[in-house]
């Protein structure tokens, strides 16, 4: 059964700066490509950034430097450092993933939502004024 687990979330103050993580398991993680992506009250969930099994990283433009995916295939966690946390930064963020066909490596990041199929449950984050 593959499976997403999330954590990091939390409350910050405006300039703050949190790591969130996301742990795999139940299926081979270094092929998969993986994605971050958010949902804010009454929006839609948008994509943040992705990352695919040769490493090429892709970001939303909103982003501007402040957010940084990286994987550790050894211990099959994705993660994504945030900096300059800002109000509007306040989601549920989750973790995706999605295999390539036949469940080949994948290639060609991705920051679609419609594009994965294995979801997290998601981690909160709250950034104060």
């Known amino acids: 059964q593959v499976q997403l687990v999330e954590s990091g979330g939390g409350s910050v103050q405006t300039g703050g700066s949190l790591r969130l993580s996301c742990t795999a398991s139940g299926y081979i993680y270094s092929r998969a490509c993986m994605g971050w992506f958010r949902q804010a009250p009454e929006k839609g969930r948008g994509g943040v950034a992705s990352?695919?099994?040769?490493?090429?990283?892709r970001y939303a433009d909103f982003v501007k430097g402040r957010f940084t995916i990286s994987r550790d295939n050894a211990k099959s966690t994705l993660y994504l450092q945030i900096n300059s946390l800002e109000p509007d930064d306040t989601a549920l963020y989750y973790c995706?993933?999605?295999?390539?066909?036949?469940?080949?490596?994948?290639?060609?990041?991705?920051?679609?939502?419609?594009?994965?199929?294995?979801w997290g449950q998601g981690t909160q984050v709250t950034v104060s004024s």
């Open positions: 990352v695919d099994a040769r490493g090429t990283r």
């Open positions: 995706a993933a999605k295999m390539g066909r036949g469940g080949s490596s994948c290639y060609g990041a991705s920051i679609y939502p419609s594009d994965y199929n294995t």
